[in-house]
């Protein structure tokens, strides 16, 4: 009962070995070569498109979502031929170089941020000035006013 034991813990030993073994390989596969091949294929492709497309779209969301899906896609495919896992530091670290260089200046909101409609800046802007000017006046018409009466 006890060599049946031994064997049992040992087939179980050598299969967690076996596991983690593949494991290790396997994000092994992660290292320079996954990372060269997704700048090569995919960040190629992503660039050429994203050139195509008016840097003022950059920041629309509807513009460059399926870009952006294409990118995504490319690196799971890659990562997957490679026998690498998904997502993983070097996907991260990539899409991080990615949003720096081509989405810096974009909102949160992925709208484009622009100035409201003249209708509605106007009297935000005309309104004080009036006001400014029509206390100006009447500070001056009260000074001048009360000079007279002692």
């Known amino acids: 009962m006890g060599s049946q034991t ?3 813990l040992q087939k179980q030993a050598l299969l967690w070995f076996v596991i983690a073994a593949s494991q290790y390989v396997s994000a092994l596969g992660c290292g320079p070569h996954y990372e060269y091949a ?4 995919c960040l190629g492709k992503f660039r050429l498109d994203m050139q195509e497309l008016d840097q003022r779209h950059w ?7 399926e870009l952006y899906e294409e990118l995504t896609n490319c690196t799971y495919l890659v990562a997957l031929k490679m026998d690498c896992f998904w997502p ?6 990539f899409f991080i170089r990615v ?4 989405f810096h200046d974009c909102s949160l909101t992925g709208r484009l941020p622009m100035d409201p409609p003249n209708r509605i800046l106007g009297p935000f802007i005309v309104v004080p000035i009036l006001v400014t000017l029509l206390m100006t006046a009447l500070v001056v018409w009260r000074s001048k006013r009360s000079e007279g009466i002692v």
Not at 59 to 65: A, I, K, L, Q, R
Not at 88 to 93: A, F, G, T
Not at 99 to 102: D, E, F, G
Request: proline share 0%; aromatic share 12%; with cysteine.
């Open 99 to 102: 949003h720096r260089h081509y």
């Open 88 to 93: 993983n530091r070097l996907v991260d670290e």
């Open 59 to 65: 920041c629309n969301w509807e513009d460059t979502v």
């Open 38 to 41: 997704i700048e090569d294929f």
């Open 6 to 8: 031994c064997t049992a």
